[in-house]
């Protein structure tokens, strides 16, 4: 198809379109002639990506480049390559003080790691994420327990979650999936749990 | 105790301790004479709670006020009092497009809401957010199922959130409990399901 009709197909206003090009976020088309360039259903893929990345992944461009740039790369295994966008999807944290208590949070994720048999990259943010919220709750008084809220993560990824993404599929619609279903049910679950919040403190306190 | 001893043991520098009490967020201490006042354990609890909103819930002093006036509004209901405060939470959403997509995401959050016999006000928050997710999903060519997450949300809540929120201690107790377990519980949560689909990528590609 025409860069026109792959504006109007995917929805992409066409400057954008050439933007991502001239960015190289987007592969060229077949050149057919000085003045045209066919475009295929990779393409299509690719700005389906991009806009996920972009809109729901809230992510800087320099971030998608190098996502993209894994995606390119068919020498990176899959899950390399599935690591590269999950990672930038993770939240920045402020690095806690050094300190016993923050030994003390580390080697609780560790252990809620191991509890699950989880594996894990050593410096996988979240676990950083981890210790920073758990600091936060103790300087706030409370006594967390992150236990059942392991078990409800574990059970969902495990029997929901990665089922959806299509492991065997093209690689950018790997990253697309794994992208839009860890950002999009994470906002659900969110809202859905204060939905069972409200319903839970409404059946407790009318005993 | 004396405002500076206040202020020591809450950990609140006096000059925000004094601010509070102009604004009306914290109740006057008892007056000893012109120039002495005696606080006490409810001004400590007091601005733990201001504590809680103000840097894990994040709210403007606008909305602080709204709740602190429920909490000292023992005229209200705790169910209502607490619903102040969880409503304050919940995230901005742009209003969707009115129309059949609206309409059909609308009548799926009442259906899961029906389906778990959870007892919410027609105009929470969090049934917009969810009607908004959703269509998001669809415009994004995703085919949502919102049914596992809310068996987990709704198994997490009744087995462990609310057991923990002191619906009968004070008020303001109640309150922070509620706050702080739905942010930072909810950020736990997050990072604990981002390292379980780590983990679970791992394991289906291995094969």
Redesign the interface.
């Known amino acids: 198809m025409r860069i026109s009709e792959l504006s109007a197909e995917s929805g992409v206003a066409l400057p954008t379109v050439k933007y991502y090009l001239r960015e190289g976020l987007l592969h060229p088309g077949e050149q057919r002639s000085a003045t045209r360039a066919d475009y295929d259903d990779t393409h299509l893929r690719r700005l ?1 990506l991009i ?2 990345l972009l809109e ?1 992944g809230k992510l800087p461009v320099a971030s998608i480049k190098k996502i993209i740039e894994a995606v390119d790369d068919e020498s990176l ?3 390399t390559m ?2 590269t966008a ?1 990672y930038a ?2 939240p920045e944290v402020a690095p806690a003080e050094p300190g016993d208590e923050l030994e003390a949070a580390r080697a609780e994720v560790d252990r ?2 191991a509890g ?6 050593p410096d ?4 950083a ?2 210790a920073e ?2 600091l ?2 103790r300087s ?3 006594t ?1 327990d ?1 236990a ?3 078990e ?11 089922a959806t ?1 299509p ?1 065997d599929g093209p690689r950018d619609a790997a990253v697309e999936a ?1 992208v ?3 950002v ?22 009318a005993r």
Not at 116 to 121: A, E, F, I, P
Not at 124 to 127: E, I, T, W, Y
């Open positions: 389906r806009r996920a729901v295994p899959v899950h599935l690591g999950h999807l993770a809620v790691v699950h048999g989880w594996q894990v990259l996988a943010p979240p676990r994420e981890l919220i758990l936060r709750m706030l008084g409370m967390p992150l059942p809220y392991a409800a993560a574990d059970r969902l990824v495990r029997e929901v979650e990665m993404i492991f794994l839009l279903g860890t999009l049910y994470g906002k659900a679950f969110d809202a859905l749990r204060r939905l069972a919040q409200e319903s839970e403190s409404a059946r407790r306190l």
